[in-house]
């Protein structure tokens, strides 16, 4: 019997059991159930404390699944399959949990042989190949020395993706010779770039939301529009799945018109008592499948327009380096003294009450922001060190990342009660608030270090190295600085639970909404897990935000992002191409295009990843737009010898176009401090220059800041921009176009990067049957004849249409 008439079989089967009380079922509050990313002929393993939250999973069976082979591990709280290697496609596990039945979806994806080949290299003993698909681990793939073909070969299966590569010939790495495809890394070099393609080669079906009608008797019906049919025979309602929540729909919810409308309603029961509920549409046959859309409801009624601060989707992020923002209270300015620290690397006078200043002033509310992400406000050492790497310079701990306390804020930032008002401030502003959470490692001065030495790791290796920025080789073991320990959370239970325990208490002593974690791939998932469940567990009404930073592959970063850890990263796979398609003319949008689609199968429609343009470990991206930092060039070294300034009044042009992009982009933006007013540097530290107040800001800056305002004011006042499903119409090296549609309405983004005019003809998928677009600023109207739009677009800008 075919895999899907079995599968067919057995949801109807549970459905039966349930449909005719289904109104009246009361359904446990859990997490949805995320989409899992599994790959054929590979066995998946999957925590469940990672799929939702609960004070037990013993109660968590298997309604089974002929071909996936589910095993539930209760004592160790994990599912198994056994994922066939014929299999592919779209398919939804069915769990019982309370007596309930919960969907999961599962995305299989087909694995694809590559051959890596290159002509033989005279004298060579050793050849790998390594990249973001194996950690970048340049032991694990030799490749085989072929004399009949004259070089070196080796064939590896990947899942259809982007992927970025190297090779080691004698240990010196090199890139491919025979593949001129390459990217920036973000070391000052570049990688090979290798796209593998999926099996099916048509456009894959698309699902895009429709209207939603309120009726009399309190139920919904909702609409969903089908595009992109490339493939063949006749479709039904058995070709789509609709989950409530978790909950799989029965038929009588859910009518095809066999045309490209599929129309679900909606009962009042249906909706959660939380205030939000979630409908997920997928449409999948056999290896052909859609997007799994996501249309959010709030109290039983599509988002509304204006920003409301329902969700984290709601959110605008704005990143302050306290040291460097504003200097509200000179009374506590204390550089260090000594004689080869350069003021770059010393406290500048920025402080707590700098902030809370600006917080008064109303500075950030009115630029549109609703959250501050503040680095870290600990106690930190009152002494300069010398920086391992040569040159070996010197720095100071003003970036906060160097603890020397685990529960005291630093005196130079104003001390415990300038943190007290800076909350106070924020609460009555309703800005939330984000602390910048150091869970890796401490400064040796700190008492964890002095007092429990076995907390911590070891900064030599067995084969007598350092182990020091090792970031992929030791990656959970390997410390930034002799003086900065690693602890060892997996080797000490203690050491885990005092760093949770801190966090605990700094959300009960302040009240801050979440927390922006450092160098997470550095520290275990099950550190995460136990945090988050310890979050869960004494504040299970609040909807606490964590963010990471990781720098890894796909599967690396998205390893953290769940219900059961973190619930999102700053999104660098989307800023690596974000960044080079906006400062390079080779740059591609095509490439964004696929980060961005990636970024969206990876972490969901709704995700709350945090994009970039700027972060205080990367260059800024006006040296690239200008050309004062090269791709092949270490930021952090030229910046210190190299006068990096902003020149050109059209760089402030195309920064505004970056934030058309980054306003309108699934996710939610980060504003990093100064990006508003186009401030330049090159890396650490002088991407972290002094931000500049009053007549220090030029006229150009100024209406940068006004015009990334009314951006952000775009998205606020746009519920499509911060709730809807992403569709690209065009992308080339100078044109993206694309819609975010929700229930509410369906806005057209149009990003011209060229330095000329662009007269554009875009095709708009006729099923939407949009008879007309209205610019959102200003009152332009333009018709679209037979699904086209005809349209001009200035050299260096963004706009946005709404279509009817």
């Avoid at 290896?287 to 959010?296: F, Q």
């Avoid at 076995?454 to 067995?462: H, Q």
């Avoid at 992929?472 to 000490?492: A, I, K, M, N, V």
């Avoid at 800024?620 to 010898?641: C, F, H, K, Q």
Wanted: proline share 6%.
């Amino acid at each position: 019997m075919h895999r899907k008439v079995l599968l067919y079989i057995i949801t109807a089967a549970a459905l039966l059991i349930s449909s005719c009380s289904q109104d009246s079922v009361v359904y446990p509050e859990t997490d949805l159930l995320q989409k899992q990313i599994l790959y054929a002929g590979r066995i998946g393993q999957i925590a469940l404390p990672d799929l939702f939250y609960a004070d037990s999973y013993s109660s968590v069976e298997i309604l089974s699944h002929p071909e996936l082979n589910p095993v539930i591990d209760h004592d160790q709280n994990t599912l198994s399959l056994d994922i066939p290697e014929t299999l592919s496609g779209l398919e939804f596990l069915v769990l019982s949990y309370q007596g309930a039945e919960l969907s999961l979806p599962l995305q299989i994806q087909p694995m694809l042989s590559h051959s890596f080949a290159i002509p033989q290299y005279f004298g060579a003993d050793t050849v790998y190949v390594f990249g973001n698909f194996n950690g970048w681990n340049r032991q694990q793939y030799p490749l085989v020395y072929s004399q009949a073909e004259q070089g070196y070969r080796l064939d590896i299966l990947f899942e259809p993706g982007q992927y970025e590569y190297r090779y080691s010939v004698n240990g010196v790495d090199t890139l491919d010779p025979v593949n001129a495809s390459k990217v920036p890394n973000g070391l000052g070099d570049y990688n090979s770039l290798l796209i593998v393609s999926p099996p099916f080669a048509g456009d894959m079906p698309h699902l895009t939301p429709g209207k939603i009608h309120y009726r009399e008797d309190g139920s919904r019906e909702i609409t969903v529009t089908l595009l992109r049919r490339d493939y063949d025979g006749e479709l039904g309602r058995q070709d789509f799945t609709v989950l409530s929540g978790n909950r799989l729909l029965a038929d009588k919810y859910v009518a095809y018109d066999n045309q490209h409308t599929l129309r679900i309603s909606l009962q009042p029961s249906f909706f959660s008592s939380t205030g939000r509920s979630d409908i997920r549409v997928a449409f999948r046959r056999g290896p052909v499948y859609s997007n799994l859309l996501h249309i959010p409801l709030f109290d039983g009624e599509s988002p509304a327009m204006e920003n409301s601060g329902r969700s984290w989707n709601d959110a605008v992020l704005y990143s302050v380096m306290t040291d460097r923002f504003f200097n509200g209270d000179p009374a506590n300015d204390a550089p260090i003294p000594h004689p080869e620290l350069a003021d770059r690397a010393n406290f500048n006078g920025g402080d707590l009450r700098g902030i809370t200043q600006k917080i008064n002033e109303g500075y950030f509310k009115h630029l549109g922001v609703n959250t501050l992400w503040i680095t870290p406000w600990y106690t930190t050492t009152s002494s300069a060190y010398r920086e391992y790497p040569e040159p070996h310079r010197w720095f100071s701990g003003y970036h906060g990342y160097w603890p020397t306390a685990p529960r005291s804020v630093e005196a130079r930032f104003g001390g415990e009660e300038a943190l007290e008002e800076l909350m106070a401030a924020a609460e009555q502003q309703g800005i939330r608030i984000l602390m910048d959470f150091v869970s890796n490692h401490v400064h040796e001065e700190h008492p964890y270090f002095q007092e429990h030495r076995d907390w911590f790791g070891e900064v030599e290796l067995p084969d007598g190295r350092m182990n020091l920025r090792l970031w992929d080789e030791q990656r959970l073991t390997t410390w930034f600085e002799p003086y900065l320990p690693s602890f060892d959370h997996l080797g000490s239970s203690d050491a885990m639970q005092a760093v949770v325990d801190d966090a605990i208490w700094w959300m009960k002593s302040y009240g801050v909404a979440g927390f922006r974690h450092d160098a997470v791939k550095h520290v275990p998932n099950e550190f995460w897990r136990e945090l988050t469940r310890r979050i869960r567990q004494e504040f299970p009404e609040q909807d606490v935000y964590q963010v990471g930073e990781t720098f890894g592959d796909w599967n690396l970063v998205s390893s953290y992002v769940n219900p059961g850890q973190l619930s999102a990263q700053f999104n660098f796979n989307q800023y690596w191409p974000a960044r080079y398609c906006f400062s390079e003319v080779d740059g591609d949008f095509s490439d964004l295009q696929k980060a961005m689609e990636k970024s969206i199968e990876v972490y969901g429609q709704l995700n709350v990843m945090a994009n970039i343009m700027d972060s205080h470990d990367q260059p800024r991206l006006p040296a690239y737009m200008e050309g004062d930092l090269l791709w092949n060039e270490n930021g952090s070294e030229v910046s210190w010898t190299r006068d990096i300034q902003v020149d050109k009044s059209s760089t402030y042009d195309r920064i505004a176009l970056y934030y058309s992009y980054l306003v309108s982009s699934p996710g939610i933006p980060l504003i990093y401090y100064g990006n508003e007013i186009g401030m330049t540097g090159g890396g650490d530290p002088d991407n972290r220059r002094m931000m500049r107040w009053g007549e220090a800001v030029r006229p150009d800056e100024a209406r940068l800041r006004t015009r990334i305002t009314g951006l952000l004011g775009l998205r606020n006042r746009h519920s499509a921009l911060r709730y809807g499903d992403f569709l690209p119409l065009q992308a080339d090296k100078e044109i993206f176009a694309y819609l975010r549609s929700d229930l509410n309405e369906t806005v057209m983004v149009l990003l011209n990067k060229s330095a000329e005019l662009k007269v554009l003809e875009i095709a708009v998928p006729e099923e939407l049957a949009f008879e007309t677009a209205e610019a959102i600023s200003g009152s332009a109207v333009f018709q679209l004849e037979n699904s086209l739009l005809h349209i001009e677009i200035p050299p260096y800008s963004g706009s946005f249409l709404n279509l009817r």
